[in-house]
């Protein structure tokens, strides 16, 4: 879910899901990216489902 601004930025506000289901499991993109903060090179991170 986003928006564009008035000079044409797009910005991710929110999720339309918040769960993601990996091999019959319930997974939160937060908690995903809670780990992958933890790392020293990372400064920002979004988590998004692929389909396959």
């Known amino acids: 879910m986003g928006y564009v601004d008035d000079e044409d930025f797009f910005y991710i506000v929110d999720r ?5 289901i990996v ?12 780990i992958i903060y933890q790392h020293a ?3 920002e ?4 489902p692929e389909p396959d």
């Open 16 to 20: 339309k899901k918040d769960m993601i």
């Open 23 to 34: 091999n019959g499991m319930n997974v939160y993109p937060r908690m995903i990216e809670e």
């Open 41 to 43: 090179a990372v400064l």
């Open 45 to 48: 991170v979004a988590v998004v």
